[in-house]
């Protein structure tokens, strides 16, 4: 986030929601935007579905899944040419304006209408309440990113917050909604397959030289594969071992038939996880980790703050805390550099390494006071809540880049890429036909958390989200025969799955929306392989399906094949239990 979480609620005039399901993914990030509404601050939400916070919105742009350009381009059109733009932060704090601004000029508010929908009035609405803030704030998520053109998406979110003026101060800023509770600070330890610790690039040689002399060995020049380009590595004979840790791809990754597969051709597989997921299955070795709960270090939340946790109970059995495998690990293999003693000394080397961005904190004032900003150079640093004050920007030349962004449903025309060199372009990848004739899009519940390997062991949560349901509109329900809580089965090219309909104004006709909750159902068998060039984040939010109406023994036929390919070693032991009773009886 370029901003703080309190910020939204107590300075904001106006919030931009946009491919986020706040209420339910975020939901104290919500009750900061409810205050915000108390105050009298407005509201815009952009959302395919009816969602908790398209409900209290002063306008609900019910965007089709996949259309959030020409929506970003609209409302920057509308601005521009009202006038609503801020010139002097313009002229003075960012680049590119005229190129941004010609490639805007096609989504003229009929025109995004015809495409999407979207009434043009209230995409005027929008753009002048979102202009009109003194301190406008921009929330977004995955129904923003995971296209195979996200990153166009935010850059276009970034171009309307620039233009506009709104970044730098209080209650300003775009801000990522971050997913789990540490993705923050993982990234800023270098999980990432690009760059090292304090996102320094790992192809420039004094970045190597940094931490090959804290590290004491040569360090690979070449960017690594993202999670989405490893299963085709291995299938490519690339790979030959895999070592996952706190992820459970065969039930998150898209096409998830297709990454099992994969995961079979490997000489072998480590799997380090807090239970025994569907992927730990099938690992040639499992170390069991400790959770939060049991271990002390730093967690690092979506507004940049580095924050102590502190081991409350001792991991059970022989759980062990993911560092101290890696420790472990590393010293079986002659490697001693890793032998901390406790996550402190680790941090203290993050410190050290990277003063520019954590210097300043260290564990004496996290203990002192609740959380850390990064950047933090120094101690006497207050750390900073907010990036980019005065309107200076982490680029070569201190300006934010505006650049171009365009989009065309089924392909971008050769002449507009050729007329917009420095653009960025998107196309949704598989779009509804015949056979297909549904938009599918996926994402979460507020019972749940992702592949359900916690949350469906809790078991207040189990019997309140108790089964996977599928959201269907009235309108096609009807056409179709289906009543909420009939049986149907989504099909899409990679697969089929089947759930309980849930039949609801939440979603718009012809659109379908499920979760990645349960394994008896898991959507990720449907979803699409096709990614984004810059980021490798699958197109999770949009594909083309087909829906049938199933009876009930159709449904518990799937049922039995789905457990006997995610739960096969519990089928084979209740087998096995059940000819051990058979044997005791005889
Ligand atoms: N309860 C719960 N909370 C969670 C999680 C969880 O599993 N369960 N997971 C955490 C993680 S890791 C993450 S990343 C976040 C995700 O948080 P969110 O991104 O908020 O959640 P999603 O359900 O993936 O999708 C958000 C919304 O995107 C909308 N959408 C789909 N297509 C489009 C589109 O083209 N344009 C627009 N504007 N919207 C679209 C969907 O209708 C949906 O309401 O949640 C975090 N919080
Ligand atoms: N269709 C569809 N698919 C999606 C998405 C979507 O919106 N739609 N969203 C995507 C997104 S944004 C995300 S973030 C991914 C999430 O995908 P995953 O990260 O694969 O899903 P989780 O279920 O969160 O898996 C985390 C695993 O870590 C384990 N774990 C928890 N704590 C610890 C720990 O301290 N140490 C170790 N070693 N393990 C631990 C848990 O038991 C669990 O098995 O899913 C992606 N997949
Ligand atoms: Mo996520």
Redesign the pocket.
Known sequence: MTNSIPEIGAESDCIFIIGSNTAECHPLIARQVIRARERGARLIVADPRRTEMANKADVWLQVPPGYNIPLLNGMINIIIEEKLHDGDFIASCTEGFEEMKQAAAEWTPKRVEEVTGIPAEDLRKAARLYAGGKAAVILYC?GV??FSFGTGTVVSLSNLAAITGNLGRPGTGVDPLR??NN?QGACDMGCLPNVFPGYLSVTAAENRARFSKEWGVELPSTVGLKVSEVPEAILEGKIRALYI?????V????DCDHFRKSLEQLDFLIV????L?E??RLADVV?P????GE?DGTFTSTERRVQLVRKAVAPPGEARE?WWVFKELAGKMGYRGLDYLHPREIWEEVRRVVPEKFGGICYRRLNEQRGIHWPCPSEDHPGTPILYSGGKFSTPSGKAQLRPVIFDPVQVPEEKTKAFPGALTGSIKELPDEDYPFTLT???RVYH??????TRRAEVLNTIGTEQLIEVNPVDAARMGIKDGDFVRIATRRGSITAKAWVTGRVPEKTLFT??HFWEAN??E??NTARDPVAGI?E??VCAARLERVTPAEAASSYKEKMEKYRLDLVQKTKEELERKGGEQR
């Not at 840790?245 to 791809?249: H, L």
């Not at 039930?251 to 898209?254: G, L, N």
């Not at 380090?272 to 239970?275: E, L, R, T």
């Open positions: 995955m990113t995971q997913g789990q993705v840790f706190g992820e459970n791809p039930m998150s990754d898209p380090q996880d807090i239970f997921s992927t730990a170390f980790a400790a959770c939060w271990k993911d996926t994402g979460r958390y992702h592949t359900g390997t916690m979760s990645f959507v990720n449907l979803t699958p999770y939010k």
